[in-house]
């Protein structure tokens, strides 16, 4: 059963553009919640976090947005550029002694 | 350099041989954990460690060992690989498990 949903495998976006990334989640005991984002050949290096208690969370280009009631999640990525072309994974966690859960990813392209 | 180094990056071995991936991390974290990742099936957690001689399973342990006897140290043992386990391993590393993550290279394994 997976917990954390990325429903879209792949994303191309026009550099300039808005990148919109979705997640959904369905264990509501999930509280926090972080994007992660992969480059060939790298480890997944953090991007940017959300408690649960917020609905958003803006770090220059990037802000994730939170609908608890609807059980999902978003990245923008405005405006996006071809360095942001990466597998964007989402991964949440709830409170206590419980690890990560990560998507599965997606694939980002912005095309120049 | 904060930093999570894993050795080797790249394996290849043959079914049954013993095998340790290394994993060491700079930052005093006390929280360390690894994962693989396969096509379709995004990063899934093979096991985790809150502290010393603190270590628990995650998703998918079957065929994997691990230990921590020092803070910095979380290597990674298949005492008898098989080919499904030939996959993408990163460790990665936290100040706590509320906090996001730190990942390694990864260790591409080929078990044939």
């Known amino acids: 059963d997976q917990q954390v949903k990325q429903n879209s495998p792949s994303l191309s976006v026009q550099e300039g553009r808005i990148s919109i990334l979705n997640c959904d989640y369905t264990?509501?005991?999930?509280?926090?919640f972080l994007w992660y984002k992969k480059y060939p050949a790298e480890g997944p290096t953090f991007l940017i976090s959300?408690?649960?208690?917020?609905d958003k969370n803006e770090d220059g280009r990037f802000t994730v947005f939170l609908n608890k009631s609807a059980k999902h999640l978003s990245l923008h990525i405005v405006p996006s550029q071809p360095g942001d072309s990466a597998v964007y994974f989402c991964?949440?966690?709830?409170?206590?002694?419980?690890?990560?859960?990560f998507g599965k990813g997606t694939r980002l392209s912005v095309i120049a | 350099e904060a930093q999570v180094t894993q050795n080797p990056r790249y394996l290849i071995t043959v079914t049954g041989k013993k095998l340790t991936v290394t994993c060491s991390q700079n930052?005093?974290?006390?929280?360390m954990s690894w994962y693989r990742q396969d096509p379709g099936l995004g990063l899934r957690q093979i096991y985790y460690?809150?502290?010393?001689?603190?270590?628990d399973k995650g998703d998918v342990p079957e065929g994997y060992k691990v230990s921590r006897k020092e803070k910095r140290n979380f290597p990674l043992i298949l005492e008898s690989p098989s080919p499904n386990q030939t996959s993408l391993y990163f460790c990665?590393?936290?100040?706590?498990?509320?906090?996001?993550?730190?990942f390694g290279q990864g260790t591409r394994l080929t078990v044939v």
């Open positions: 990665a590393s936290s100040p706590w498990i509320f906090t996001e993550a730190f």
């Open positions: 264990n509501s005991m999930f509280d926090y």
């Open positions: 959300i408690s649960s208690i917020k």
């Open positions: 991964a949440a966690r709830g409170s206590g002694n419980t690890p990560l859960v």
């Open positions: 930052m005093n974290h006390e929280y």
């Open positions: 460690s809150m502290n010393v001689e603190v270590t």
